[in-house]
């Protein structure tokens, strides 16, 4: 018997597939002439091949997943006939009857009536929308596909027809993006009374097309809202879902009932459980650690196709590697439970991280309540600036 049969297993299935590439992105998508028909329907036997491969090993043995997230890209691109492939295939190799969450992330502009009835009758639990913004100017400044006009259109069907679980995400920051205009996206967000809703502070990585742009006129500050204001807009986000009975759970996350809606894919993930979290397709997913599967389209599919399993071998990390891992995510809840990391670490995470600790709490930026280090809200808006303090010596400069 597998050491890991009886440990909760998670599946993660990701499609790289979008209808446009936003200015803003930085994932790996395939857009127009890469996304035919021929290319998504070999992408969806590649998955389904890999996954086979996997449920002959003792990973699998005796064990149904506890979730089931589909990522992208934009997963909704798929035809109504592609998602009733691959989610019989997927089934007929992995049980999902044991399954309490499978989530479905959407861009409203690829939602009809046909496609989310196939949603609902495959099993689809939680429908993330990606939104981003209700104004139109700032949907087509990003290169967003979708319109504001979509966005009603798909969630008033999506709730006709028995969706109980919708999440909403919006983007603070954005091109063309001003005060007055987050304020009105946040009211008309409120206005739906969605589940959950993830807010997210605009970045720039380096391959994005703001990035390209900006390097060809020699620009150094990115054309968005600077961090002061994206934090201010996020806040003010916040606040307002307060006011409408709201939680705010994460850096990120807001929550009409904690209690009610839970979101087992960022808990397992984020919680550090005991769980074994599995991805397949070219953006895989094992424990928590994402990776790229292979570089490109090709070569990912053509080694599933003779028959590999095409796990990143960086996959290893150290046990200070997984603290520090497990810590920065604990933060980005903004709550740290020490007792957990005495228990699975053997450490007492005030004490090795002294420094960084001791700074963050002189600065008011966090306070020790018993067993629990918990962020202000100041500090839970700028998160993402006081994390490289942990990280290991080789990763800061990296």
């Not at 807001?254 to 919680?271: E, S």
Request: net charge negative; hydrophobic share 35%.
């Amino acid at each position: 018997r597998s050491p890991v049969a009886d440990t909760p297993l998670g599946l993660y299935v990701h499609v790289p597939f979008c209808r446009r590439r936003c200015h803003f992105c930085y994932f790996r998508v395939y857009t127009g002439k890469d996304a035919k028909p021929d290319r998504v329907s070999r992408y969806v036997s590649s998955i389904l091949r890999e996954l086979e491969l996997y449920s002959r090993k003792p990973l699998f043995e005796g064990r149904r997943p506890r979730y089931v997230y589909f990522g992208g890209g934009t997963p909704s691109f798929l035809s109504p006939n592609a998602l009733a492939e691959l989610f019989g295939g997927l089934k007929k190799l992995v049980s999902w009857d044991e399954a309490e969450e499978i989530t479905f992330e959407c861009e409203p502009g690829t939602l009809n009536k046909e496609k989310l009835d196939t949603l609902r009758g495959l099993g689809v639990t939680r429908l993330s929308l990606g939104v981003e913004h209700f104004d139109d100017d700032v949907l087509k400044a990003n290169g967003r596909a979708h319109v504001s006009k979509e966005i009603h259109t798909a969630y008033e069907y999506a709730r006709s027809i028995g969706f109980r679980q919708i999440n909403i995400d919006l983007i603070a920051g954005m091109l063309n993006d001003t005060q007055q205009k987050w304020e009105e996206s946040v009211r008309r967000t409120v206005e739906l009374e969605p589940e959950c809703l993830t807010i997210y502070q605009m970045e720039i990585p380096f391959n994005t097309n703001i990035y390209q742009g900006m390097k060809e006129r020699g620009e150094t500050a990115a054309p968005v809202a600077d961090w002061p204001m994206k934090r201010a807009w996020v806040d003010y986000a916040f606040r307002e879902f307060e006011k409408a009975g709201y939680t705010v759970t994460s850096t990120t996350t807001v929550v009409k009932d904690p209690q009610a809606y839970q979101f087992l894919y960022r808990d397992y993930l984020w919680q550090g459980a005991d769980m074994i979290s599995l991805g397949v397709a070219s953006f895989g997913h094992f424990s928590g650690t994402h990776y790229q599967n292979q570089k490109d389209f090709e070569p990912y599919v053509e080694c599933v196709e003779k028959g590999e399993l095409p796990i990143h071998r960086a996959l290893a990390m150290s046990d200070e590697e997984k603290l520090v891992r497990e810590l920065i995510l604990q933060m980005k809840l903004g709550r740290l439970d020490l007792s957990y990391f005495q228990g699975k670490f053997g450490t007492d995470i005030v004490e090795q991280f002294s420094e960084p600790f001791e700074k963050l709490q002189e600065s008011g930026y966090l306070h020790i309540e018993g067993s629990q280090i918990v962020l202000t809200r100041e500090s839970l808006l700028r998160v993402d600036e006081l994390l490289p303090a942990f990280f290991l010596p080789q990763h800061k400069s990296a």
